[in-house]
């Protein structure tokens, strides 16, 4: 089983960035998928989320608006597009598969900075 995340990086306020997670060795569209992230000194908290077949999607307040989750189950392969970064958004942001088993990527660090 393997999540690769990717497409992290550093980025000015206001810019933007597509983070991707490649899946494998699992069955893909079976799993609800999510984004969770973590800031230095701080609890992993979760971002966005979407269900399996990519019917529903949830966020943290603090993204809304700003953020955007979708799927390609044909791909495996689920992204956060982050638009208008804010410093704040800084942290490592990792993806995860909810299903029978729960399952982790290593992370991906964002940075948002002038």
């Known amino acids: 089983v393997q999540l690769v995340e990717s497409g992290g990086g550093l980025v000015q306020p206001g810019g933007s960035l597509r983070l991707s997670c490649a899946a494998s060795g699992f069955t893909f569209s079976s799993y609800h998928m999510s984004w969770y992230r973590q800031a230095p000194g701080k609890k992993r908290e979760l971002v966005a989320a979407?269900?399996?077949?990519?019917?529903?999607?949830k966020y943290a307040d603090s993204v809304k608006g700003r953020f955007s989750i979708s799927r390609d189950n044909a791909k495996n392969t689920v992204y956060l597009q982050m638009n208008s970064l804010k410093p704040e958004d800084t942290a490592v942001y990792y993806c995860?598969?909810?299903?029978?088993?729960?399952?982790w990527g290593q992370g991906t660090q964002v940075s948002v900075s002038s």
């Open positions: 995860n598969a909810l299903d029978e088993y729960d399952y």
């Open positions: 979407i269900t399996s077949v990519g019917g529903t999607k």
